[in-house]
């Protein structure tokens, strides 16, 4: 089975994962190439500068200063999970896009040389469309770090602790052009515990993901599984949040690390 991958340049917890995601992969299971767009927690392109501004903006200074020094040991100094760099362990190519638009016409024309069985989106941050969604044998699927239809959209495990929910959980499916609303393949329950806190919600979510990605790829290739459509009656969708709402974060007595 080939495999493309897109992504996006997460120094903070995505390479990490990724390299448990390619030492667990079954042998018959081929990363053929990886897109690696930029960073952007924010849900689109902005430039480095403005993402700075917000993010201060939104966190404060102690939440940013952390993740400034995060950011700055993670790409300069302690370089090992760089997806970059873990790609290049494993021998995979990264495959360079001149305009960064996964759906432009060279951007199909150059997957289609990978003959892909399968695309994988993984923290991927833009809408695949039509033509990108139809060219892979088995069709697109993503990861997304919540028990959907609840949580579509940004930050789920920030929501979801916020919203003083008993669990959270992974679920992978087929992509539409929706935003999060294809048929579900598998998905997996994490408990949410009293101690658990911002990051290590995300680094629960991260490796369990990993594993439902891996099931459910092996699910596909078997045509082992039965999809299931998200019940809209419970559909909630979530942007990125306000100053109000890390204030309220907080003020409920959750805490970022």
Not at 63 to 79: D, G, L, P
Request: glycine share 6%; with cysteine; net charge positive.
């Amino acid at each position: 089975m080939n495999i493309i991958i897109i992504t996006q340049d997460d120094v903070f917890y995505l390479g990490k994962y990724l390299e448990y995601f390619f030492n667990n992969l079954p042998t018959w299971a081929k990363i053929k190439g990886i897109i690696i767009l930029d960073f952007s927690p924010f849900g689109k392109a902005e430039s480095i500068s403005i993402r700075i501004k917000r993010s201060y903006n939104v966190f404060g200074l102690k939440f940013f200063i952390r993740y400034f020094f995060k950011y700055i040991i993670s790409r300069f100094v302690y370089k090992k999970y760089l997806i970059k760099s873990v790609i290049k362990r494993h021998n995979i190519i990264e495959i360079k896009l001149p305009n960064a638009n996964i759906n432009s016409p060279y951007t199909i024309n150059l997957l289609k040389k990978f003959y892909p069985d399968l695309i994988i989106s993984i923290s991927a941050n833009q809408i695949f469309k039509r033509e990108i969604l139809s060219l892979p044998r088995y069709g697109c699927i993503n990861l997304h770090t919540a028990l959907l239809p609840k949580y579509r959209g940004l930050m789920p495990t920030f929501w979801a602790l916020k919203n003083n929910e008993p669990e959270i959980g992974v679920s992978v499916f087929f992509m539409d052009e929706g935003i999060d609303t294809g048929d579900i393949i598998i998905q997996k329950i994490i408990p949410i515990e009293p101690y658990d806190t911002l990051e290590t919600l995300i680094e629960k979510t991260k490796k369990v993901g990993m594993d439902a990605l891996i099931d459910a790829i092996s699910m596909i290739r078997f045509g082992n599984f039965k999809t299931f459509r998200p019940d809209e009656n419970k559909a909630t969708y979530y942007t990125f949040p306000t100053r109000e709402d890390i204030k309220e974060f907080i003020n409920g007595g959750k805490k970022f690390w």
